[in-house]
C-alpha cells in the first residue's frame, strides 16, 4: 500500500516537473523579453552582496531615483526596484523577496495618485503584474500575489507565461527571430538595454533623455482627480500591509513623492487634498513622508527641462533630486527649510505661467468627437487668454481672443500647434509670454 502511494506521488511529482520544464522551454521561444528593464532590474537585485535602501514604486520612481549616484551621497547601497504602473500589492511582493535575501535598513515607498484607484479583481490588463512576477524566483509569495492580482478569468496567463503569446507560434519567421535575438551574448549576460528616448542605467534606474522645452505640454494628463474619498479599498489595505510589514520586520519606511511636472499637479486641481490624506496616514502610523513636489525653488527648480513628459523625470532631472534627496537625508537641510506647506503656497511663490493645454476626446450627443480642451496655468485667476492654431501644412488661424475661459473647444482631426498668450485679466501690462504646443 505504501509502495502503491509513493508511486503515485512520484507520478504526479515527475509529471508536474515535465509540465515546469515544457512551460519554460515555451516561454523562452514564445516570450520576447529581450528589451524588458525589469527582466534585467531584479535579475540585478538577486546578485546585490547586500540592498541597505530600497526604493519601491511606479515608473515615475523608477527614473527618479539614480543608485549609482545615491549610493556615493549616502554612503550606502541603494537599489531601485520601482517598475512601469507598479500596484502596491507589486511593490509589497518586491519587499518580501528583497528581504529574503538582504538586510534592508530603509525602503522609501513612492506614492503616486493615479495608482490610487486601483481595484485587484477588476483590472483588465495585467502587464504591471508580470513584468514583476516573471522576473522573480519561484515562491509562495509570488504565487499568492498572482492570486490575488486579479479575477480568475487571467489565472491562466498569470500561470502559464507562454500562453500569453501562444498565437505567435503561427506566425511565420518569428520564433527563428526571436531565438536569434535570445541567443547572445547580450541577452545571456543581462547586458543593459538601450531605447531611442532612454536607457538601462543600473540597479533598477531608467535614464531619460530628452527635456521639454518651455512647458510644450499638450496631453491627457489633468483628467484624472487626486480625490482621497474615491481611493480603492485595495489601494488603502495594500498601504497598510506595506506599512505592518516594515514594522514587523524592524524596516524603516518613507513615504516620499517623486516630482511630477507643475503642469500634471495643477490640471488635476486639487493635489493639497492628496498630501493631505497621505500625512494623515503617516502621522497615524508615525512615520515621514517627503513629497518633493513641495520643494523651493533653490532645492528643486519649478522647470519643464527636467521632465521628458507630465510625469517623468529625465536624467538632469534625476541628477539635481539626487542633490537635494541627498541633502535632506544627510541633515544638510531642514525638512521646514526644503518644503513648502502646501503645492497651493508653492504655486503663488510662481509667476504668473500657463503650464500647458490638457485635453479629453468626448463624444458629443450626436455622436461626433469633440476635444475639450483646458489651458493649465499657475495662476488661472489672474490670467486671460489668447488662442490661435497652426495646422500642419495650413496657415495659422485665431481661435479665440482675450478670455478668463481656460477652456476651449478644437477640431479633433486637426494636428500641428497652438499657441496660448496670455496676460493680466484686467487687460493691463504687456503680453508674459507665448507658448507653442504640439497637437498630437
Same mark, same amino acid.
Given at each position: 500500500?505504501? !509502495?502503491?502511494v509513493?508511486?503515485y506521488?512520484?507520478?504526479?511529482?515527475?509529471?508536474? $516537473?515535465?509540465?515546469?520544464?515544457? &512551460?519554460?522551454?515555451?516561454?523562452?521561444?514564445?516570450?520576447? =523579453?529581450?528589451?524588458?528593464? $525589469?527582466?534585467?532590474?531584479?535579475?540585478?537585485?538577486?546578485?546585490?552582496?547586500?540592498i541597505?535602501?530600497?526604493?519601491?514604486?511606479?515608473?515615475?520612481?523608477?527614473?527618479?531615483?539614480?543608485?549609482s549616484?545615491?549610493?556615493?551621497?549616502?554612503?550606502?547601497n541603494? @537599489?531601485?526596484? +520601482?517598475?512601469?504602473?507598479?500596484?502596491?500589492?507589486?511593490?509589497?511582493?518586491?519587499?518580501k523577496?528583497?528581504?529574503?535575501?538582504?538586510?534592508?535598513?530603509?525602503v522609501?515607498?513612492?506614492?503616486?495618485?493615479?495608482?490610487?484607484?486601483?481595484?485587484?479583481?477588476?483590472?483588465?490588463?495585467?502587464?504591471n +503584474?508580470y513584468?514583476i512576477? %516573471?522576473?522573480?524566483?519561484?515562491?509562495? %509569495?509570488?504565487?499568492? *500575489?498572482?492570486?490575488?492580482?486579479?479575477g480568475?478569468?487571467?489565472?491562466?496567463?498569470?500561470?502559464i507565461? +507562454?500562453?500569453?503569446?501562444?498565437?505567435?507560434?503561427?506566425?511565420? &519567421?518569428?520564433?527563428?527571430?526571436l531565438?536569434?535575438?535570445?541567443?547572445t551574448?547580450?541577452?545571456r549576460? *543581462?547586458?543593459?538595454?538601450?531605447?531611442?528616448?532612454?536607457?538601462y542605467?543600473?540597479?533598477?534606474?531608467?535614464?531619460?533623455?530628452?527635456? /521639454?522645452?518651455?512647458? %510644450?505640454f499638450?496631453?491627457?494628463?489633468?483628467?484624472?482627480?487626486?480625490?482621497?474619498?474615491?481611493?480603492?479599498g485595495?489601494?488603502?489595505?495594500?498601504?497598510?500591509?506595506?506599512?505592518?510589514?516594515c514594522?514587523?520586520?524592524?524596516?524603516?519606511?518613507?513615504?516620499?513623492?517623486?516630482?511630477?511636472?507643475? @503642469?500634471?499637479?495643477?490640471?488635476?486641481?486639487?493635489?493639497?487634498?492628496?498630501?493631505?490624506?497621505?500625512?494623515?496616514?503617516?502621522?497615524?502610523?508615525?512615520?515621514?513622508?517627503?513629497? @518633493?513636489?513641495?520643494?523651493?525653488?533653490? !532645492?528643486?527648480?519649478?522647470?519643464?527641462?527636467?521632465?521628458? =513628459?507630465?510625469?517623468?523625470?529625465? !536624467?538632469?532631472?534625476?541628477?539635481?533630486?539626487?542633490?537635494?534627496?541627498?541633502?535632506?537625508?544627510?541633515?544638510?537641510?531642514s525638512?521646514?527649510?526644503m @518644503?513648502?506647506?502646501?503645492?497651493?503656497?508653492?504655486?503663488?511663490?510662481?509667476?504668473p505661467? /500657463?503650464?500647458?493645454?490638457?485635453?479629453?476626446?468626448?463624444?458629443?450627443?450626436?455622436?461626433?468627437?469633440?476635444?475639450?480642451?483646458?489651458? /493649465?496655468?499657475?495662476?488661472?485667476? $489672474?490670467?486671460?487668454?489668447?488662442?490661435?492654431?497652426?495646422?500642419?501644412?495650413?496657415?495659422?488661424?485665431?481661435?479665440?481672443d *482675450?478670455?478668463?475661459?481656460?477652456s476651449?473647444?478644437?477640431?479633433?482631426d486637426?494636428?500641428?500647434?497652438?499657441?496660448?498668450? !496670455?496676460?493680466?485679466?484686467?487687460?493691463?501690462?504687456?503680453?508674459?509670454?507665448?507658448?507653442?504646443?504640439?497637437v498630437?
Amino acid at each position: 500500500m505504501k !509502495y502503491n502511494v509513493f508511486k503515485y506521488m512520484l507520478t504526479i511529482l515527475l509529471f508536474i $516537473t515535465f509540465l515546469f520544464i515544457i &512551460g519554460k522551454a515555451l516561454r523562452y521561444i514564445l516570450n520576447d =523579453d529581450t528589451e524588458s528593464y $525589469t527582466r534585467i532590474t531584479y535579475h540585478e537585485m538577486y546578485e546585490q552582496d547586500n540592498i541597505d535602501v530600497l526604493f519601491l514604486g511606479p515608473s515615475h520612481c523608477m527614473h527618479s531615483f539614480d543608485p549609482s549616484q545615491l549610493d556615493n551621497k549616502l554612503n550606502m547601497n541603494t @537599489f531601485n526596484a +520601482a517598475s512601469s504602473s507598479q500596484a502596491l500589492d507589486g511593490s509589497l511582493l518586491i519587499l518580501k523577496e528583497a528581504c529574503k535575501y538582504n538586510d534592508i535598513k530603509h525602503v522609501y515607498l513612492d506614492l503616486f495618485y493615479n495608482n490610487s484607484y486601483d481595484i485587484h479583481k477588476e483590472r483588465t490588463q495585467m502587464t504591471n +503584474a508580470y513584468i514583476i512576477s %516573471d522576473y522573480l524566483k519561484p515562491s509562495a %509569495d509570488k504565487y499568492v *500575489y498572482l492570486l490575488n492580482a486579479s479575477g480568475s478569468e487571467h489565472y491562466a496567463n498569470s500561470f502559464i507565461v +507562454a500562453r500569453r503569446c501562444w498565437k505567435k507560434m503561427f506566425e511565420p &519567421g518569428y520564433i527563428p527571430g526571436l531565438l536569434k535575438k535570445k541567443n547572445t551574448e547580450a541577452y545571456r549576460n *543581462y547586458e543593459y538595454v538601450k531605447h531611442e528616448n532612454a536607457e538601462y542605467a543600473g540597479k533598477g534606474y531608467i535614464k531619460n533623455l530628452p527635456s /521639454v522645452k518651455d512647458w %510644450d505640454f499638450f496631453d491627457t494628463w489633468g483628467w484624472v482627480p487626486a480625490a482621497p474619498e474615491t481611493f480603492s479599498g485595495d489601494y488603502k489595505n495594500d498601504l497598510k500591509n506595506i506599512i505592518d510589514y516594515c514594522k514587523e520586520h524592524n524596516i524603516k519606511l518613507t513615504l516620499i513623492s517623486a516630482p511630477t511636472s507643475n @503642469f500634471c499637479l495643477t490640471a488635476i486641481g486639487d493635489y493639497d487634498d492628496y498630501i493631505a490624506w497621505v500625512r494623515s496616514v503617516a502621522k497615524e502610523n508615525g512615520i515621514e513622508y517627503y513629497d @518633493f513636489n513641495l520643494c523651493k525653488e533653490q !532645492y528643486f527648480p519649478s522647470t519643464s527641462e527636467y521632465f521628458i =513628459d507630465p510625469v517623468h523625470l529625465n !536624467y538632469k532631472g534625476a541628477d539635481k533630486l539626487a542633490d537635494t534627496f541627498s541633502e535632506l537625508v544627510n541633515g544638510k537641510v531642514s525638512y521646514d527649510d526644503m @518644503f513648502y506647506d502646501s503645492y497651493g503656497e508653492k504655486l503663488k511663490s510662481l509667476e504668473p505661467t /500657463v503650464f500647458g493645454v490638457t485635453f479629453m476626446n468626448e463624444y458629443a450627443d450626436n455622436g461626433e468627437i469633440i476635444k475639450n480642451c483646458r489651458i /493649465v496655468s499657475s495662476s488661472p485667476e $489672474t490670467l486671460e487668454y489668447r488662442i490661435s492654431v497652426s495646422p500642419d501644412n495650413s496657415d495659422e488661424y485665431l481661435l479665440r481672443d *482675450y478670455s478668463s475661459d481656460p477652456s476651449f473647444i478644437m477640431d479633433p482631426d486637426v494636428t500641428g500647434t497652438v499657441t496660448v498668450e !496670455y496676460r493680466s485679466s484686467d487687460g493691463s501690462g504687456k503680453i508674459n509670454k507665448a507658448t507653442i504646443l504640439t497637437v498630437k
